[in-house]
């Protein structure tokens, strides 16, 4: 049984992947929810408003405690901000869950290039990945225990080439910043279940 929190955002998308994949889903909105997954999908969405929503419906300190018993987790987008330890460019109130010993700034990307979308290597697919950003994050920091699992081409502040980390993996938690489910590629959902299924098996 997989979780999608779905206190706010893009959760269909989500769910209609999951089930092409032929997993059991289970809509995540009150603490009762939270029994027996296997694994927890965090879809993107604005993260200040699902920060709020997490504390007001007593959500966030039990979904915390989860992932510290190593719940397995992927965030896409708004999701990845959420798993993130540390979060730039948010409100000052805003809380995330610290999984991923990350730096994540939000709306990284820039308001002229709102939206865009790139083929991506990306560790563990074979094939490029196509990769739909909207109003996406980027990783500006990764802890020795993140693995960099893909990159985007970018430009930095002078306008010169650059790469920003667009997904990464800890443990059992992977983040990417960018949002598969709106596409009919379901590759780093299966790489998801694989971490599902591989820890279901210990
Ligand atoms: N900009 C949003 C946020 O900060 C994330 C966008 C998305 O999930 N597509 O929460």
Redesign the pocket.
Known sequence: MIGILAVQ??VAEHERTLAKLGRQVRLVRRVEHLEGLEGIIFP?????TMSKLLTLGGLYEPLKEKLQQGLPAFG????M?LLANEVHD?RPDAVSFGALDISVR??AFGRQIDSFEADLDFSGVDQPVHAVF????WVERVGPNVEVLARAHTTDGEGNPSEAIVGVRQDNVIAISF?PEVTEDTAIHELFLNIVDHKAQR
Not at 44 to 48: A, D, H, I, L, Q
Not at 76 to 79: F, I, V
């Open positions: 955002g893009g993107g969405g604005e993260s200040t896409t987008c708004a999701g901000i948010t939000r709306n909207i109003r996406a994050p949002h």
